[in-house]
């Protein structure tokens, strides 16, 4: 079955440090997302992109976050300066239409220290 | 905004008995539903889904119920297992984004 893979699955950074978070969506979608989970919270979302451009971001996503896709297979989300709070799993999602049938990647855990 | 919230955040049943999770959202406007078992240290999977035209869909062992009056969902899962210990989400569709809710942690008694 086709899968999201995300890696690392663990990133320890030092706050203010810059991160990338790396994504590969499942081949045939054409939507991707990046949503954040902090611990015992609930699933937040960050950022829809299709088209090759950002379609929909939450309060969350402010200067300090951006995303790319820069071939045909990666979608990764950069994190400028990373703070404490940033500390997260942080999943990728993508899906063939408009909010239909989301796949959800394993994640990464972001250690912000 | 939107808010969907669960109505328990636990949830202990014996295995073989039948489980039920709800599931409650505010946004009357939201059309598409999605249930997610999320396992620890994993991202969620996928369950099963519903449009707003639906009142009802069925799956393997898991069923799906949409109160629009009443804007509720609920999960039903038929004899329970082990491995369908996890946390449950509810999330709802608005615009290109889903909202989810904190989640209710399933736990099956042997």
């Known amino acids: 079955e086709p899968e999201v893979t995300q890696t690392p699955s663990h990133q320890v950074t030092q706050m203010g440090q810059e991160v990338i978070l790396r994504c590969v969506p499942i081949?045939?979608?054409?939507?991707f997302y990046w949503y954040r989970q902090i611990l015992g919270q609930k699933v937040e979302f960050l950022v829809s992109?299709?088209?090759?451009?950002?379609?929909?971001k939450s309060e969350i996503f402010d200067d300090q976050f951006s995303v790319e896709r820069p071939d045909g297979s990666n979608f990764t989300l950069k994190i400028r300066s990373t703070k404490l709070e940033d500390s997260a799993m942080y999943f990728c999602?993508?899906?063939?239409?408009?909010?239909?049938?989301?796949?959800f990647g394993s994640g990464t855990r972001l250690t912000v220290v | 905004g939107e808010s969907v919230g669960l109505h328990l955040p636990t949830l202990s049943v014996q295995e073989g008995d039948n489980s039920i999770i709800n599931c409650a959202y505010s946004?009357?406007?939201?059309?598409?539903f999605i249930w997610y078992k999320q396992e620890s240290g994993k991202g969620p999977q996928f369950i099963i889904d519903i449009r707003s035209n639906m009142d009802k869909r069925q799956g393997q062992r898991v069923t799906v119920l949409l109160n629009k009056t009443v804007k509720h969902l609920s999960l039903q899962i038929a004899a329970t297992q082990p491995g369908d210990s996890a946390v449950y989400f509810c999330?709802?569709?608005?615009?290109?984004?889903?909202?989810f809710g904190t989640g209710t942690s399933l736990t099956v008694i042997p």
């Open positions: 946004n009357s406007a939201s059309d598409y």
């Open positions: 999602a993508s899906s063939t239409g408009h909010g239909y049938g989301y796949t």
């Open positions: 999330a709802e569709n608005s615009g290109n984004q889903f909202y």
């Open positions: 992109f299709y088209n090759n451009e950002i379609s929909e």
């Open positions: 081949s045939n979608h054409l939507y």
